[in-house]
């Protein structure tokens, strides 16, 4: 039987799945209902023929729109799916919006964008994750715009550390597209822990360097992490969804990928507060064993114990020295007749081995062919080698020897008995 779940979880695992399926999307369609609230937000609802969704834009990005969200109008809104979970109903929070038919380039953006997501640019698997405490990164802008000065600002005042590499290029116009992914090639061979390409605000034309194809293809073939950091907050632009992170402007690049020295130097005073206080609670704790350890010493009276262990010392001394004593003199009756009897084998077995030599030494002198010099007698050999007369085959070859002479035959034939 499945688990049941509240109708809280329910709302809030659909708010979960929504918000991370649908992090950014764009839709078009007519306004309706729309409410411009006193606190600056506005609450409208997009609709077409057949359908219409609730949609809700905060102050920060409705003080940023550049027309009026009037009834009736036809828009594109930007923004990302939510779930309001008191009334479990999805709406969608609006980041941006304009008026629909804005022309060319965002027909261009719109098929660039769905071409390079069909080739996996976007796929979060192949985002790479920025270290910690970046010592070398590397900026791809223009040297004499606003948006340097506002990184090394943001880089000197949080981490001062970092070493900063400048790539100056053009970052509009009909080159620019071609300088900005060269410098990201040559960026990514320099061995730095990050990169950021960018430029400070400016009009969709200001800013289509950062949609061309060939920007977005050396952001995918590189291996260094990247910050696109192009424009202001509203402004999304190709290489912002290639880059393995986006950041609303430069300056918040640095302050994302940036640890802020002041927040370090904060928890390394108190890991140092900590670790002292942690220490001089431990050296207290063994000070007070150290005292107690010391009386202890005292009332035990560890002189008079040392006295008394010499004591127990001299008498297990003495008990030794008695007990090898008793040993010695238990082994030595008992090791004299052994010694005897030993004695006794090894002369019995010296006699029993000189008797059996003398026997080998007579069977031997017996055995020479020189005591054998009976009429007829000779030895058989062949090759220096003693051999049977019944090892011999017709033809062969052989010596026969007595004590005086040797004689070399050959077998002409063989007869048995």
């Known amino acids: 039987m499945a688990s049941t779940l509240s109708v809280s979880s329910l709302n809030e695992q659909i708010k979960t799945l ?26 409208f609802t997009l609709k077409d023929a057949n359908s219409s969704i609730k949609c809700v834009m905060f102050r920060g990005n ?5 027309f009026s969200l ?23 929070n609006c980041v941006s919006a304009e008026p629909f038919g804005a022309g060319a380039l965002a027909v261009a953006f719109e098929q660039l964008k769905k071409k390079l997501e069909l080739k996996g640019y976007f796929d979060p698997s192949h985002k790479k994750p920025f270290p910690k405490y970046p010592q070398k990164i590397a900026l791809v802008t223009s040297a004499t715009g606003a948006a340097l000065q506002d990184m090394q600002r943001v880089a000197t005042h949080r981490w001062p550390l ?16 071609g300088m900005i992914a060269e410098a990201l090639r040559f960026a990514d061979t320099l061995a730095c822990d990050a990169v950021v390409v960018g430029r400070g605000g400016g009009s969709v034309e200001d800013l289509w360097a950062f949609n061309e194809e060939i920007v977005a293809d050396a952001l995918f073939a590189m291996q260094t992490p990247v910050v696109s950091a192009v424009g ?24 994302m990928i940036l640890p802020d020295m002041r927040e370090i130097m904060q928890s390394i005073d108190e890991m140092r507060y900590g670790a002292f206080n942690a220490i001089s609670q431990k050296i207290l704790r063994k000070r007070e064993q150290l005292v107690m350890m010391q009386e202890a010493f005292k009332r035990h009276g560890v002189e008079q114990r040392l006295v008394n262990q010499k004591e127990q010392l001299e008498e297990l001394k003495e008990r030794f020295n008695r007990q090898i004593l008793m040993i010695f003199e238990r082994n030595s009756r008992d090791i004299i007749p052994l010694r005897e009897r030993l004695n006794q084998n090894i002369e019995n077995s010296i006699r029993q081995k000189q008797s059996l030599v003398s026997q080998m030494m007579q069977g031997y002198e017996a055995q ?8 007829g007698f000779a030895q058989i050999t062949r090759d220096g080698k003693v051999i049977e007369l019944e ?9 026969a020897m007595s004590d005086t002479v040797v004689v070399t035959s050959e077998v ?3 007869v048995k008995m």
């Open 162 to 177: 970092v070493k900063l590499i400048v790539i100056d290029v053009l970052v509009q116009g009909v080159t620019a597209a």
């Open 62 to 66: 409705a003080a940023r729109l550049k």
């Open 391 to 399: 090892s011999l085959g017709v033809g062969e070859c052989f010596e």
């Open 18 to 43: 929504l918000e991370t399926t649908f992090e950014f999307v764009s839709v078009e369609g007519e306004l309706s209902r729309v409410t411009k609230h006193g606190s600056g937000h506005i609450y």
């Open 232 to 255: 202001h907050e509203i402004d999304w632009v190709i290489s912002d969804y290639v880059a393995d992170l986006r950041a609303p402007t430069p300056s918040a690049a640095m302050q």
């Open 412 to 414: 002409v034939k063989i």
């Open 70 to 92: 009037d009834e009736g109008a036809h828009v594109v809104i930007h923004g990302a799916l939510s779930l309001y979970t008191p009334r479990g109903e999805y709406q969608i």
């Open 368 to 375: 020479h062919p020189k005591h054998k010099n009976k009429r």
